[in-house]
C-alpha cells in the first residue's frame, strides 16, 4: 500500500511540473484556442476550445462553426503531459472525439478521431 501511495504522489508530482513548465510557455495552457479540424469529407471547420483552470486540473468546452458539435460542448478530458495535449468530448449523437496535439511554437498541432473511425488534421493558436 505504501508503495502504491508512493507512486501516485510521484505521479502527480510529474504531472504537476509539466503542467507548470507549459503554462509558463509563450502560449500557455489556458484561454481560447481557434482553428481549423478537418473533416472526413475534408471540409475544414472552424473550432473554438476554450480551456480553464479547475479547482483539480481544467475544464472546459469545444464549439464548432459547421455545426458538427452542439454550442459549447463540455470537455470530458483534457490532460497535458509536457509533450502532448489531449482533449475528448462526445459529439450529440455520443460518438467520443478524442484530439491529440503538440505545442509548435504558438500553436498545437495535431489529429483528431473518433471512436466511430473518423480522423482529421487539427491546428489552433490561442486567441489574443
Known sequence: MHLLKTALCALVLAVAIALAAFAGGPAGIEGTWVGT????????????????????????????????????????????????????????????????LKPDKEKFTGQWTSDDGGSGAVEIAKKK
Open 37 to 100: 479540424a478537418i473533416l472526413p469529407d475534408q471540409t475544414p471547420d472552424e473550432v473554438t476550445l476554450i480551456i480553464e483552470k479547475a479547482e483539480k486540473g481544467y475544464k472546459g468546452k469545444v464549439s464548432d462553426a459547421a455545426g458538427v458539435l452542439a454550442p459549447e460542448t463540455p470537455l470530458t478530458e483534457i490532460v497535458y503531459d509536457g509533450k502532448e495535449l489531449k482533449v475528448v468530448f462526445p459529439t450529440a449523437e455520443g460518438v467520443v472525439i478524442s484530439i491529440v
